[in-house]
């Protein structure tokens, strides 16, 4: 095995602790919502650190293999590509820190009902299977299975779409709980989010495994089966 294999075998390795890092977050901040467990969320803000930690030694990893091996073909791919990744964990770690941070900051666990017609446990569920098949992905070099989190996304866009409407009814009919309502929608919000940067993972690995741009070609996959 040459140096530059051995480098990129290592570079694939942080990029899959990273994943699972991050994927244990989000999971963690279902739990805590569904049991309103402070002290999880608490663990989950200080998860961050070993996050962004990681995420700087990939940036330094991704520099040097480019500065000292000058990747070409599939190999340049993978590099760009895992830089590109570990940005959109990163980012994606920094919307579970937000959502722990809300309930840290609520003084009573959310109304199931309200959670209920918010789709909130829907939504954390689909957040969490899209990142499980962008890890699998990733790890089996399957671009067919990362294709998979590019429709799915569209359920959680059409959640938050709805939240809209029904965080302003919910205000409308009970003004004095409107920081309670806020806090469920901030959530919707992340969880959207997250769903954007698990896409554009996707569509990294794509690149990477067939060197095709998906980023502008929404159009086309939202009509594929």
């Known amino acids: ?26 999971e963690k901040g279902r739990e805590a919502i569904r049991n309103f467990d402070k002290d999880l969320a ?7 650190r070993r996050v962004d930690a990681l995420e700087l030694k990939i940036d330094r990893d991704c520099e040097n293999i480019l500065a000292l ?18 940005s959109d964990l990163e980012r994606l770690g920094d919307h579970a820190y937000s959502i722990a941070g809300y309930l840290t900051d609520m003084d009573g666990p959310m109304d199931e009902d309200h959670m209920r017609q918010m789709r909130l446990d829907e939504m954390y569920d689909m957040a969490i299977r899209m ?22 996304d569209e359920t959680l866009n059409e959640i ?12 409308r009919e009970d003004p004095e709980r409107i920081q ?41 996959y939202r009509n594929s089966p």
């Open 1 to 26: 095995m040459s140096h530059l294999d051995t480098e990129l075998r290592l570079l694939n390795e942080d990029i899959q602790e990273l994943m699972h890092l991050v994927g244990g977050q989000l």
């Open 42 to 48: 608490v663990e989950i803000r200080a998860d961050e």
């Open 69 to 86: 091996f000058n990747p070409v073909a599939i190999d340049l791919r993978f590099v760009i590509a895992c830089f590109k990744i570990n």
């Open 131 to 152: 990142l499980e098949h962008v890890v699998e992905a990733f790890d089996a070099e399957d671009s067919k299975q990362a294709r998979k989190v590019l429709v799915m």
């Open 160 to 171: 938050n779409r709805d939240a809209s409407k029904i965080t302003s009814q919910l205000i």
């Open 180 to 220: 309670r309502y806020l806090y469920l929608f901030s959530i919707i919000r992340k969880l959207e989010r997250v769903g954007d940067l698990v896409k554009n993972i996707g569509e990294e690995i794509v690149f990477y495994l067939e060197a095709k741009v998906l980023k502008h070609k929404k159009k086309k």
